[in-house]
């Protein structure tokens, strides 16, 4: 057996969809004489083994727990992972846990062995990009939970902090600080949470008609933090607060800031979505924010997956949607703007 063949290149030879070659494989639907002919003759020609999954029955369970984060470098999902840990491992179920690193192509390859490998349940941090291959799982009954990146229209539970309403605070908290001028530091936009952040700080600079000149794409890296920073001081007429779209970000604004002696909050306010944690704790001066719930966000997908997904076969609904919302914490990197 050739073990570098997939039931996605199952689909392509025949020119089905993955749902229809799953339920060839296991018997199940109506499915049209001529395209059942078409995958079998493309399981032969490519002498494609189904593995477990294919010859399990119903009732059989891994008690595996897969879990795909978007990367393992960022503090936001390691604390996801752990929160996810902590409830999976006291439910004695293992978890097998890997990254795409925002590349939907690794999204697709991860999810595929996932199935594969018979796995109970996904948590997944989807890059956006891979909506068929989720919905196919979907409809071979293998329960998801969306986290941290809400897509609203699949039909998976999701748990995900409320972008809307943090973004909602922080420019609300800029405006009563008396800051009109306000650079936007955004995230990466072929990500769901990069263009739910980027929406929504555009959409309440506008409601408190604040101009929405100042404008910079970070790409959620430290180095698009630092570059944003020297880019806002480049500017003849520049903005007097900065609001970065995530942690990586701001800490790279605060490096730049300190590198280029551009002090906080007399040159500049900075406010962040998400803190900054762990190795930069060190960091001055502490980052006025919305927190983010990553830990509980993770004990409530596991919790949902296990009690309401795999352990309660009886349990029916609709899609959980759970929008934890952010709170703001106040830090010593924002103030009012100094007349000049």
């Known amino acids: 057996m050739n073990n570098k063949i997939t039931i996605r290149d199952v689909a392509r030879l025949a020119g ?9 494989i296991n018997n199940q ?11 079998k003759n493309a399981i032969k020609d490519l002498n494609y083994s189904p593995n477990l999954i294919a010859r399990s029955l119903k009732s059989s369970v891994s008690r595996t727990i897969a879990v795909l984060l978007s990367t393992v470098t960022n503090p936001f999902q390691m604390a996801l992972a752990k ?6 491992f006291k439910n004695d179920y293992r978890l097998i846990i890997s990254s795409t690193n925002e590349d939907p192509e690794i999204e697709r390859k991860n999810l595929e062995m996932f199935y594969e490998q018979r796995v109970d349940g996904i948590i997944l941090c989807s890059t956006g990009q891979a909506n068929d291959e989720i919905v196919s799982l979907v409809n071979r009954n293998v329960p998801i939970v969306l986290v941290d990146r809400p897509i609203h229209h699949l039909p998976v539970d999701i748990v995900s902090d409320d972008n809307d309403i943090g973004m909602q605070k922080l420019i609300t908290y800029l405006f009563e600080l008396g800051h009109r001028k306000i650079g936007v530091v955004h995230g990466d936009l072929t990500t769901i949470h990069g263009k739910l952040r980027h929406n929504a700080v555009l959409h309440y600079l506008k409601e408190y008609s604040l101009s929405t000149k100042y404008q910079f794409m970070g790409n959620f890296s430290y180095e698009g933090g630092q570059q944003a920073m020297e880019y806002f001081l480049s500017l003849e007429d520049q903005p007097t607060a900065i609001l970065s779209s995530n942690n990586n970000m701001t800490a790279g604004v605060i490096k730049a800031s300190q590198r280029l002696g551009i002090k906080i909050p007399d040159d500049f306010t900075v406010v962040s979505f998400g803190e900054l944690e762990y190795m930069w704790d060190i960091i001055l001066p502490k980052v006025t924010s919305v927190v983010q719930s990553p830990n509980a966000i993770g004990r409530e997908a596991a919790t949902i997956l296990l009690k309401n997904r795999i352990e309660n076969e009886t349990f029916q609904s609709q899609p959980i949607r ?5 709170h703001l914490l106040n830090g010593n990197s924002s103030a009012s703007p100094i007349i000049k």
């Open 16 to 24: 089905v969809s993955l749902g229809t070659v799953s339920k060839v």
């Open 29 to 39: 639907g109506n499915v049209q004489a001529v395209l059942q002919v078409k995958v």
């Open 83 to 88: 929160g996810i840990e902590e409830v999976v």
């Open 322 to 326: 759970l929008l934890i919302e952010p």
